[in-house]
């Protein structure tokens, strides 16, 4: 009978391990939230921060995140989903899949500080566009593609191959049948990956100090043309993010309430990217039954 | 159906072939073209500066700008390799254990809690951004340490512990798909041996589920060793060897993280700086090979 004793201690053992780690993400959760509440109103979310002074907000950096975030995924979700579309669609075994299977792997483990420095030596040095948007949301492409290429392609193998062979049968080209078919019943896979993802590259700073940099110029909102320097949506402008902005407030703070302002930051940082995750779930629940015609 | 719509469509297609494949190529060309920017940088320290690479990865002086009438910049980067090594060994040492029992609760013993709680929590701990990690590591972890265990709080053993949090996810979701990849009937069979479900984890699924295991372990590392920010908060930054966890020090992303910005391009200080990045590309690089290899060796796939 020792070893039903055994066995049964396993399992003991087994549930404490999972019930210490629900636990202790759900207090590093509330301890978040618990040390960012005082700052958690709307005059910290909508105010621009002061310089050796109390009482700053977070506006134009999480303005920059979002900007930032939206500029990113214009580049890197048509890239990704084409290269996914590609190894799910196309690729046959050969050298060039292999590479290309090789160069996913590579970048998608690649530490973040060693793709911001790239993004330093190329997109800021090389071709002068400065510490600016564009220069991070390139580097956070070169973070975002390999995951996004996975993502797609994970999703675009799933779909059931007796829709893709109905589609032939009527005469359907290959491409009609990935545009009309293939996309269309992949979507829920794919938006949820891209909301996941999305999380990431709001939450991204390594990358990000030595591309989009370290500071943000006053945002005029009355200048909205993209293509005007002193336009907040202006390409090549330099862009604090929220996640830069902690890491800034921790080791630099020249504010008199920079520990506040680093506890609220961290609160607002994890609200955003908890909204990303539920909301994946839920849009993903819902694109699946509304396509699948389930209940 | 009209000859100009099929012609029409026939080049679309194949538009849309070339498109895909151009997009696929992409990765092989920003991946070739990473190696070689962060490369020419990197070597430049031995090619233009003329340093020694040995001094480089086994010197430990590491005053990269010291005048010359003192001897000249140092370079020597071992204190920042070790730190690194530690600060990432040790946090898989303790990750590992707790993720692969997580991995198996939520495969082997209760499906649904793991699958309705484990599970959403993991991904949870993945989207929880690095600086929030380093954040909390500053706030709670090196006052906590400074004031029940000893020494500044700025230490190995907050990197350690801050790192092993950030890894729990990776090794977990990893070790759950190898060990959710196994046929069910290699279990059923042990069952039918008379073993419990605990004999089972322990002589059938765990040592069949070893390859893939021996993976999520290496992500792990990888992912270990490549994190600045968290690390760099709570390290304490002095280029020192770390021969106690309670003494700060420096890894190799921290160095770059600090350092970075107070260099001119050209200057020795910056390319040994690139230096140490090229150094982490080849070891992130180096992590991949050893996956591959080891997922080679797998015995279900």
Redesign the interface.
């Known amino acids: 009978m020792k070893s039903k004793f055994y066995d049964r201690l396993a399992t003991i053992y087994f549930y404490v391990v999972a019930g210490v780690i629900v636990l202790f993400l759900l207090s590093l959760i509330m301890y978040i939230l618990y040390q960012g509440r005082s700052e958690l109103n709307l005059h910290f979310i909508l105010t621009p921060p002061k310089f050796m002074e109390k009482g700053g907000g977070i506006a134009p950096q999480i303005f920059n995140s979002l900007l930032l975030l939206v500029l990113t995924l214009i580049i890197s979700v048509p890239i990704g989903v084409g290269a996914g579309l590609y190894m799910a669609e196309y690729a046959r075994p050969s050298k060039i899949t292999e590479l290309i299977r090789l160069s996913t792997e590579t970048l998608s483990s690649l530490p973040s500080i060693v793709v911001g420095l790239f993004g330093l030596l190329i997109f800021v040095n090389m071709l002068h566009w400065g510490y600016s948007l564009m220069s991070g949301a390139l580097a956070l492409t070169v973070l975002n593609l390999p995951v996004m290429a996975r993502v797609s392609e994970d999703a675009i193998k799933s779909v059931s191959s007796s829709l893709k062979e109905a589609s032939f049968a009527l005469g359907a080209t290959k491409w009609q049948t990935i545009v009309k078919v293939l996309i269309p019943s992949a979507l829920p896979g794919l938006i949820t990956g891209i909301i996941l993802t999305s999380g990431r590259i709001f939450g991204e700073a390594a990358a990000l100090l030595y591309t989009a940099g370290m500071s943000t110029p006053m945002l005029n909102f009355k200048v909205l043309n993209p293509l005007m320097p002193g336009s907040p949506f202006y390409p090549f402008r330099a862009a604090e993010t929220l996640a830069v902005y902690i890491w800034k407030v921790n080791s630099e703070g020249l504010a008199p309430d920079a520990r506040q302002i680093a506890d609220g930051s961290a609160a607002v940082l994890l609200i955003i990217v908890l909204l990303f995750n539920i909301l994946a779930r839920w849009l993903g629940n819902i694109l699946y039954k509304k396509m699948t015609g389930g209940k | 159906?009209s000859e100009k719509y099929d012609k029409r469509?026939?080049v679309?297609?194949k538009?849309?072939?070339t498109?895909?494949?151009?997009?696929?190529?992409?990765?092989?060309v920003?991946?070739?073209?990473?190696f070689y920017?962060?490369a020419t940088?990197g070597l430049s320290t031995f090619i233009v500066d003329k340093r020694s690479i040995s001094e480089f990865l086994f010197g430990t002086t590491w005053k990269p700008d010291r005048p010359n009438s003192q001897g000249g910049p140092a370079i020597g980067s071992l204190q920042f390799i070790l730190g690194s090594v530690f600060v990432s060994v040790f946090a898989i040492l303790i990750s590992t254990p707790?993720s692969i029992?997580?991995a198996?609760?939520?495969v082997e013993?209760?499906k649904k809690?793991?699958r309705n709680?484990?599970q959403?929590?993991m991904?949870?701990?993945?989207?929880?951004?690095?600086?929030?990690y380093?954040?909390?590591g500053?706030?709670?972890l090196v006052p906590f340490i400074s004031k029940h265990i000893g020494g500044l709080g700025f230490s190995l053993l907050a990197g350690i512990l801050v790192l092993t949090?950030m890894v729990?996810p990776t090794i977990t979701s990893v070790s759950t798909d190898a060990i959710k990849s196994l046929p069910w009937e290699i279990r059923e069979a042990s069952y039918a041996l008379g073993?419990?479900?605990?004999?089972t984890?322990r002589r059938v699924v765990l040592p069949a589920a070893k390859s893939g295991i021996l993976t999520a372990v290496v992500?792990g590392l990888?992912?270990a060793?490549?994190?600045?920010?968290a690390v760099q908060?709570v390290i304490g930054n002095s280029p020192a060897i770390p021969l106690s966890f309670l003494q700060p020090m420096s890894t190799i992303?921290s160095v770059?993280?600090m350092d970075?910005?107070n260099t001119v391009?050209g200057s020795t200080w910056n390319n040994a700086l690139?230096s140490l990045?090229l150094l982490?590309?080849l070891i992130?690089?180096g992590?991949?090979l050893i996956?591959?290899l080891v997922g080679r060796r797998s015995m279900y796939k």
């Open positions: 159906m469509r026939k679309f297609d538009i849309g072939k498109y895909a494949f151009i997009c696929a190529f992409l990765l092989i920003i991946t070739v073209s990473i920017f962060v940088k707790l029992s997580a198996i609760f939520m013993i209760a809690l793991g709680l484990l959403p929590a991904e949870i701990f993945v989207g929880i951004p690095s600086v929030v380093g954040w909390i500053l706030t709670v949090i729990l073993a419990t479900r605990w004999q984890i992500l990888a992912r060793f490549g994190e600045a920010l908060m992303t770059i993280t970075m910005a391009t690139w990045a982490l590309l992130s690089f992590f991949i996956i591959r």
